[in-house]
């Protein structure tokens, strides 16, 4: 756990960033992530995940957005940084994932066992 910790971490660290529509929360349905990535957010009963997962959203979105942004999987914080996972309201970092970084995420989903948020 300790290395996917680390890949998790250097991961993060190239994937670059950019301002989302307040109040737009096109990107957070259900999607799965590693048990790494569940450990750091806090735990939800199975009332709220079922809850989440009838309205197609994310377990952690909340009024007002993500309330875990700052810990949010991999596969979110992909979300509008490449062609492959555009963001429906044209926002982008000024500079796109790069293709590396980008296969590097979806080789560390596919080799990971992934879990529902």
Do not use: W
């Amino acid at each position: 756990m300790y290395r996917n910790r680390d890949i998790i971490a250097r991961l993060r660290e190239r994937i670059p960033t950019f301002e989302c529509v307040k109040g737009c929360h096109d990107c957070c349905g259900p999607v799965t992530t590693s048990s790494e990535e569940i450990s750091r957010l806090p735990v939800k009963s199975a009332a709220e995940h079922e809850a989440a997962l009838n309205e197609f959203n994310c377990v952690h979105l909340g009024p007002d957005g993500c309330t875990v942004y700052e810990e949010r999987p991999l596969i979110c914080r992909l979300f509008g940084t490449t062609p492959r996972m555009a963001c429906p309201r044209e926002r982008r970092p000024e500079n796109m994932v790069d293709p590396e970084t980008e296969r590097q995420v979806h080789h560390y989903i596919a080799t990971t066992r992934q879990v529902l948020v």
